[in-house]
């Protein structure tokens, strides 16, 4: 097969994986991997992440930001002419859900739940989170299929909502390694205690609940971007990076050809 860049366009960023052969087995290399904002594109990072990839090569793009994917497709037919470019439609991939609407569902949620079935074949069936501008609490069912979920609003939504929302709250810039004490001393940590242990709290009670129907044994499994969550859920979970970026892969590899 040949070489492969997945892209996840995110709402806040976009996110690039190289697959050097096609080949989904293994973890990506940091070097193999790039994560900028819109802004970025044609920095010298996008250069040198695009210097080291064949000329050929097949970019295939799933995007939840329409702005951000129109400006990395006019880049890459001016920086790459050689490059073949699919963009991924919900519909074309090999997973199946009972969800009305399938088409409208993010593609970014479908893609790391396929992941999840793919890589982690005994877990079905199984939860699945990734956290971003929205957090994302999915579910696989045990035939396989993307049963549905939940989006709430991520940590930094949260914070320019409260400051856009109020007239005297400050924005605050949430830090998922370093958690604040739940007893803010000032407004600003009493921001920060709210937003961050009331997410936590909040995926917490999701889980139980789904459990309560999926069983309560039910493994959970977090996206490399919501790794800090890992660290204060007190339950088992698998972290696994660039699962969207592998569920592109996957997609590719499947017999929905693109």
């Known amino acids: ?9 995110g709402n806040s960023s976009i996110k690039l994986g190289w697959f050097p052969d096609g080949c989904t087995s293994g973890e990506l290399l940091p070097s193999q991997v790039l994560t900028l904002s ?6 010298s990072s996008w250069n040198a992440f695009c210097a080291m990839i064949a000329a050929n090569s097949h ?3 799933a995007s939840v930001n329409q702005s ?6 006019n880049l890459l037919k001016t920086d790459c002419p050689s490059a073949k470019i699919t963009h991924l439609q919900n519909l074309m991939l090999p997973i199946s859900t009972k969800l009305d609407s399938p088409e409208l569902i993010g593609t970014d949620r479908l893609l790391a739940v396929l992941a999840v079935r793919e890589l982690f074949p005994y877990a079905r069936p199984a939860i699945v989170i990734d956290s971003g501008t929205a957090v994302t609490v999915d579910v696989l069912d045990a035939q396989g299929e993307f049963a549905g979920g939940v989006i709430m ?8 909502a409260l400051n856009a929302g109020t007239s005297q709250l400050p924005e605050v810039n949430p830090d998922g390694q370093h958690p604040p004490s739940a007893i803010g001393i000032n407004t600003s940590e009493a921001i920060s205690a709210g ?7 909040s995926i917490k009670e999701l889980i139980y609940q789904q ?4 069983g309560l044994d039910t493994p959970v499994f977090i996206s490399g971007g919501g790794r800090w969550l890992a660290r204060h859920l007190n339950m088992e979970c698998k972290v696994t990076a660039h699962l969207c970026l592998h569920g592109i892969a996957i997609a590719v590899q499947s ?3 693109l």
């Open 195 to 201: 937003i961050f242990w009331g997410l936590v709290g």
């Open 211 to 214: 459990r309560q129907t999926l």
């Open 1 to 9: 097969m040949n070489s492969l860049v997945a892209v996840d366009v």
């Open 38 to 43: 819109e802004e970025e594109l044609a920095s």
């Open 153 to 160: 609003p991520g940590s930094a939504l949260i914070a320019r």
């Open 59 to 61: 970019w295939v793009i």
């Open 68 to 73: 951000a994917c129109d400006a990395l497709t």
């Open 255 to 257: 017999e929905w050809q």
